[in-house]
């Protein structure tokens, strides 16, 4: 699908998913999403990059290999269930800590730390498929 409309458009869209997946994993503790439903959104938004223009373009603008992001999520998401074995309490229990900023309070918690991990872990694992399905026998994966 190389048409001219999709590859101006592309860009568009997958800013506003990839925005759209980073809100879904945020509010997912206590509303519906989290942090698979974010990572399957942001996979898809790199998906849609690489059928616009290319698997290898697609790569380039992630900076970084997409199974990084997916090693980085394990870590992250193990490491927010170890910190409550530093307070004395079972393995995942919750952590919260309450940031007074101006006005308001922002609570920040070691289930969101979770979420993020497994946001991560999701988008590395689904957008290396889905790169590796898009990219042509030419390219270098």
Same mark, same amino acid.
């Given at each position: 699908?190389?048409?001219?409309?999709?590859?101006?458009?592309?860009?568009?869209?997958?800013?506003?998913?990839?925005?759209?997946?980073? @809100?879904?994993?945020?509010?997912?503790?206590?509303?519906?999403?989290?942090?698979? +439903?974010? &990572?399957? +959104?942001?996979?898809?938004?790199?998906?849609?990059? &690489?059928?616009?223009?290319?698997?290898?373009?697609?790569?380039?603008?992630? @900076?970084?290999?997409?199974?990084?992001?997916?090693?980085?999520?394990?870590?992250?998401?193990?490491?927010?269930?170890?910190?409550?074995?530093?307070?004395?309490?079972?393995?995942?229990?919750?952590?919260?800590?309450?940031?007074?900023?101006?006005?308001?309070?922002?609570?920040?918690?070691?289930?969101?730390?979770?979420? +993020?991990?497994? @946001?991560?872990?999701?988008?590395?694992?689904?957008?290396?498929?889905?790169? &590796?399905?898009?990219?042509?026998?030419?390219?270098?994966?």
């Amino acid at each position: 699908m190389n048409t001219i409309i999709f590859r101006t458009i592309a860009p568009l869209i997958v800013a506003t998913m990839l925005v759209f997946s980073v @809100y879904v994993c945020l509010r997912g503790h206590n509303e519906p999403g989290g942090g698979f +439903i974010g &990572g399957l +959104i942001a996979a898809s938004a790199i998906a849609v990059l &690489g059928m616009s223009s290319s698997a290898s373009q697609a790569r380039k603008a992630l @900076y970084f290999d997409p199974l990084s992001f997916a090693g980085f999520g394990v870590l992250l998401a193990g490491a927010s269930g170890v910190l409550s074995i530093f307070n004395g309490n079972p393995f995942m229990t919750s952590i919260w800590l309450y940031l007074d900023i101006g006005d308001a309070v922002v609570p920040l918690s070691t289930p969101l730390v979770f979420d +993020i991990g497994v @946001y991560l872990v999701v988008f590395g694992t689904i957008a290396s498929i889905a790169l &590796g399905l898009e990219s042509n026998d030419e390219e270098e994966p």
